[in-house]
């Protein structure tokens, strides 16, 4: 019998690999990588001596980048893709001008072979956390459910750097839990300065009294800050930080914007925002109703990690950890679809939960719940009639479930399938707090063999 049920992981694993050849590197091989190409342009203006022309923002839309030298790069480049405009802190176009020395075309495809690595190693690691036997196999089913999953592949074939900040969360979460928490707040510092909203994870780390994480955090954001002064100088820096405040304050109505605030202007704009661009606020009672909201979960969110946990490491943790990725990709006024990459660590933890718990209350109904939520989340939106720039699954387009389904549930149900993951997470945080696992301690054990 074991040697069966090895030899149809085995068989698992092929045909995934297969899949993930096929469905994530080849059909993304030739993506002009949209959301790179900003990053590739930065890097040329400053290569050329013109960084007062990193962020050529128009005022109200985000899909607009006005006449100058960054449209003028973006042709001489050969970029003929979507062109938006570069958001990111001026030090990651200098650490990419290595890259220069590198075709346009070829920079991308280098990005999306290590985008795939990434993620093949963040789903051994959390494998190899979650899983106490049949690693192969659960690897397999991990690498299933990551192929099939519409936030992964709209990430890779935008040329995104989700994958890589997943792989931070992972392995930043491993670090943390296995005593090296100096090298944990480094990691955490490095993808704050990819990706802006990992910054929630320093309020955990504040909360469960890791001061060690949270001050290594502090001082890699500073020496990366002072690292790009001293590379880019302070003019590039004030107008990053000009934009920063100023989008702050605004939201999309757009079907890619899955945040509590995207959802409520999809509550009060018509149709023709869910597939516009236009920058938005709220009004002033969404804005009140977003802001109670989000004070509310982030009661709920402290009351839950101030729960006893058997000890460090156990299911505490994890799920205190996977309650607060959701809480990230969530609250943020902006929140893409591609930044639900991290949701499959708050998956993989419930699916542990779920399967060790035999004691858990209404586990076959959570286990439902847990299974609709990937669903809403992982399917792609071509029920909207969006297919590009990735599109499979077109018979979601004709389902009469979807197509009688109101537009602003089927324009939010991402979000709807976090905010399911989320109530999940909350009900088997509380029974840890009450019933240690019947493996208790795993997780920590798990965490020091990954990183022994």
Known sequence: MMGTSKTAAIILLGAVIWCAGYYLIAAN???????????????????????????????????????GAFADTARTIGFAGFLHPYVHMPLAAFLLRPLLSIPYAG???????????????????????????????????????????????????LGQTTPLVFLGVVVLYCLAEAGHERWAGAVLG??????????LLVIFFVVKRRWTTVRSCAVTLLLIGLAGL?????????????????????????????????????????????????????????????????????????????????????????????????????????SWSHYYVVLLFPYGAVARELIRRTSMPFRGLLAAAAVISYLCVSLPPTYLGVTAPVSYFSFLGSLPFLVRLPLILKSSLAFWGAALLLAVIAVARVHAGRAPAQDGGASIEAAGELTA
């Open 29 to 67: 091989w030739h993506a002009p990588a949209d959301d790179f190409a900003p990053i590739y342009i930065a890097a040329r203006l400053l290569a050329d001596g013109k960084p007062g022309s990193l962020y050529d923002h128009h005022p109200h839309r985000f899909d607009i980048v006005p006449p």
């Open 107 to 157: 920079a991308a495809r280098l990005l999306l072979l290590l985008n795939v690595l990434a993620l093949a190693v963040s789903l051994l690691f959390m494998v190899k956390l979650c899983c106490g036997r049949s690693r192969l196999l659960c690897f397999g089913l991990a690498g299933l459910a990551a192929i099939y999953y519409y936030p992964l592949r709209y990430s890779l074939s």
């Open 190 to 199: 490095g993808i704050i300065s990819l990706k802006i909203t990992p910054l």
């Open 230 to 334: 001293a590379a880019t100088g302070w003019e590039s820096h004030r107008v990053f930080l000009e934009n920063l405040f100023r989008l702050s304050g605004m939201s999309l109505a757009s079907w890619n914007n899955q945040s509590l605030d995207g959802f409520l202007l999809r509550l009060v704009h018509d149709r023709s925002y869910v597939s516009s661009w236009r920058l938005l606020t709220l009004p002033p009672g969404m804005r009140m109703l977003s802001w109670g909201t989000g004070a509310l979960l982030a009661m709920l969110w402290c009351m839950l990690m101030r729960r006893p946990a058997p000890r460090r490491g156990d299911a505490g943790d994890l799920l205190d950890f996977s309650f607060t990725l959701v809480l990230m990709v969530l609250l943020p006024p902006l």
